[in-house]
């Protein structure tokens, strides 16, 4: 596709249940990043990935919280029992390999996610 | 670790005059890069502009400008000519190369009265 789509758009649950959410980044972008947004805040760092090197995970916020990537592809963002704090929205991100220099990062519509 | 600190949570500015947006960073590495986007009402995130810790001069791209002072590791968005369209959600944000993850402020909502 012409951008980064991200999937569902909504996604309304109950406390307790897993969700997993869908990104998948525009071809040929090897750095995929997910962030958070909580109602009115900034965005919360949570992982980055960059072609086949290991994943920076240090803004997961927690165990409940796991993200995969099958290589320069779709990732998907699992979390595990949720909690009403997790109510946001997830936003992700690709760019092209940072050795071209700076590259800007291409947003999806990201995901609202509600815990009930 | 790096930080990037936004002071101004809202700032409403009449139609048409200048704006500055604060932004001020921390990191202790001597290459990294500093961005700022505009999230409309929409959602969307807009990327507005980037400047690299060695450019000399300051980015500019329009009616936007970084003001980029490295010795007070402040990267304040300058936005001339306001319009009504320019309200909106503003980020600063900071990639460091060594580690090449990019970290968000926590916004300044802009108001342009008309």
């Known amino acids: 596709g012409a951008g980064v789509s991200q999937s569902p758009s909504n996604k309304v649950t109950e406390k307790g249940k897993d969700v997993e959410l869908r990104c998948d980044p525009i071809s040929g972008h090897t750095a995929l990043y997910w962030y958070r947004q909580r109602l009115g805040q900034g965005l919360e760092f949570l992982i980055y990935?960059?072609?086949?090197?290991?994943?920076?995970k240090s803004g997961l916020p927690s165990d409940r919280f796991s993200a995969e990537r099958t290589g320069e592809s779709v990732s998907t963002l699992t979390i595990q029992r949720t909690q009403q704090e997790d109510s946001a929205v997830y936003l992700c991100?690709?760019?092209?390999?940072?050795?071209?220099?700076?590259?800007?990062?291409?947003f999806g519509s990201g995901t609202q996610l509600s815990v009930l | 670790a790096q930080k990037i600190t936004q002071t101004q949570p809202g700032m409403f500015v009449q139609e048409k005059e200048a704006v500055t947006l604060d932004c001020t960073y921390d990191t202790s590495d001597q290459s990294y890069g500093l961005f700022w986007y505009k999230q409309p009402s929409s959602g969307e995130m807009i990327f507005l502009i980037y400047q690299g810790s060695y450019d000399e001069q300051n980015a500019t791209e329009g009616r936007y400008s970084l003001n980029f002072q490295k010795a007070r590791k402040s990267a304040n968005l300058v936005i001339s000519a306001s319009q009504l369209g320019d309200s909106a959600m503003y980020f600063c944000?900071?990639?460091?190369?060594?580690?090449?993850?990019?970290?968000f402020g926590k916004g300044t909502r802009l108001h342009i009265l008309p």
């Open positions: 991100a690709s760019s092209l390999p940072r050795w071209r220099g700076y590259e800007k990062l291409f």
């Open positions: 990935f960059q072609g086949n090197s290991a994943p920076d």
């Open positions: 944000a900071m990639s460091v190369n060594r580690d090449d993850k990019i970290i």
